[in-house]
């Protein structure tokens, strides 16, 4: 019977061990505001312009006529 370290095999395959890597994620908020009585919520535009700088929309929050959107990204 093959084993790697103390793990026997199972079934003739090999399972090496797993290795987990702690590493802290720091995250970057945005917010956008928009009054939608006076002027329209983002577009798909804007939305794909935010999305290649790596922001991820997380939340919208609606307190008529204001509107919060909430962005998220990894800090680099």
Known sequence: MTTFGNQPARGGVILPP???V???IVW???QL???LSKESA???EELNSLGKQG???VGIVNDSPLAYFYFKR???
Do not use: D, H, S, T
Request: no cysteine; aromatic share 14%; proline share 10%.
């Open 55 to 57: 922001w991820e929309l």
């Open 18 to 20: 797993i290795v987990y």
């Open 42 to 44: 983002p577009a798909e």
């Open 28 to 30: 970057q908020y945005k």
């Open 74 to 76: 990894m800090k680099p």
């Open 33 to 35: 505001v928009r009054n």
């Open 22 to 24: 702690n590493e802290k």
